[in-house]
């Protein structure tokens, strides 16, 4: 398994932005491929973006398309989430999770809230 500690939330503006980061304990972390989720009160765990373990493959929640964008770097063995134009809906507990392949998440981080305000 791969310890992941994620951190960058906070609160936000309507309109604005932040840049979420997952750092992965191992040094295998570019095999794995790594995705972003998120929980909002009151509703369950919902998928945000995922990449694939060289970052030449992306898939996005119909939800963050054209505002969100996942990149990775794997010397660094951290994943990214770049969130703009963020809306009072994005308001959630964001998980980074890792897995062998972007349909089997086995780590999970601990999460980071992001509240945005209207």
């Known amino acids: 398994q791969v310890q992941l500690v994620e951190s960058g939330g906070g609160l936000v503006q309507a309109g604005g932005s932040l840049r979420l980061s997952c750092a992965a304990s191992?040094?295998?972390?570019?095999?794995?491929?790594m995705g972003w989720f998120r929980q909002a009160p009151g509703k369950e765990r919902e998928f945000v973006a995922s990449?694939?373990?060289?970052?030449?493959?992306?898939a996005y929640a119909d939800s963050v398309k054209g505002r969100f964008t996942i990149s990775r770097d794997n010397a660094k063995n951290t994943v990214y989430l770049q969130m703009n134009s963020l809306k009072p809906e994005d308001t959630a507990v964001y998980y980074c999770a890792a897995g062998p392949t972007r349909y089997e998440w086995s780590s999970w981080g601990q999460g980071t809230q992001v509240t945005v305000s209207s």
């Open positions: 990449i694939n373990w060289s970052g030449g493959s992306t």
């Open positions: 191992r040094r295998t972390f570019s095999s794995y491929a």
